[in-house]
């Protein structure tokens, strides 16, 4: 029940494609979802936030879709740039006084130029 | 501002061996948590400190600890190595933005992770 399932494992997209990264959950406790970028030989660094009370956040060219009922976020790269290549994380975590996410197992994202 | 220090970057172990990693948050950052990465099990949850007490611990043997300092930097050590335990270890700090009442809720304004630290066992 704690677990965070992300697809896919690899994604590779043209340059100004949408990218669409989906994750879904069980825990119902969940009530913050953040979306992570890592490039190699660097830590996960922080991309784009939601909670459950709303159904998108937009953020530039990165977009949140929650769909609460279905358990399910996904994290749309409009416009998908070369430079957008590296492994994203979803993660999950409940707010109430701990500090631990549970993290999608990563999606390796390649846009060719 | 400063980001999340981690060091070593590099550390090259003998299995047996033990090892201290060291994580200097982000200033005013309170809450330091420590990330095992790996490509097979991804990023897993190894212990969370908040004014030099632990909170929260994942699923690890004994032989994985940790200790907040006053001033918030944070070391995690690793006793009796095994080859198992080579990874990426990630320490990341944030800031508790409101607590409530007596019970402090810390708002989850995210993480901010370090370049962390790559062992390697041997």
């Known amino acids: 029940q704690q677990q965070v399932k992300q697809s896919p494992q690899s994604l590779i997209v043209q340059k100004g494609g949408i990218s669409i990264i989906n994750c879904a959950y069980e825990n119902t406790a969940f009530d913050y979802f953040p979306w992570y970028q890592q490039f190699p030989g660097k830590g996960p660094a922080l991309l784009i936030a939601?909670?459950?009370?709303?159904s998108e956040k937009k953020e530039g060219r990165f977009t949140i879709s929650f769909n609460k009922s279905a358990k399910q976020f996904s994290l749309h790269i409009m416009d998908s740039q070369p430079g957008d290549s590296a492994t994203y994380f979803c993660a999950a975590s409940v707010t109430s006084g701990t500090y631990k996410y549970i993290f999608g197992t990563g999606t390796r994202l390649k846009v060719l130029a | 501002k400063a980001g999340v220090t981690q060091t070593p970057r590099y550390l090259i172990k003998t299995r047996g061996q033990q090892v201290t990693l060291s994580c200097s948050p982000i200033s005013g950052h309170r809450s330091v948590s420590w990330y095992q990465q790996t490509p097979g099990q991804g990023l897993q949850f190894l212990f969370e400190?908040?004014?030099?007490?632990?909170?929260n611990k994942g699923n690890f043997p004994g032989r994985f600890s940790g200790r907040q300092f006053s001033n918030s930097r944070s070391e995690m050590n690793v006793s009796t190595l095994e080859l198992g335990d080579s990874a990426l270890y990630l320490c990341?700090?944030?800031?508790?933005?409101?607590?409530?009442?007596?019970?402090?809720?810390?708002?989850?304004?995210?993480?901010?992770f370090g370049s962390g630290t790559r062992l390697t066992v041997v």
């Open positions: 939601i909670r459950p009370d709303v």
């Open positions: 400190y908040f004014s030099e007490t632990q909170r």
């Open positions: 990341a700090s944030s800031l508790p933005a409101r607590t409530t009442g007596r019970i402090q809720s810390l708002v989850n304004y995210g993480y901010t």
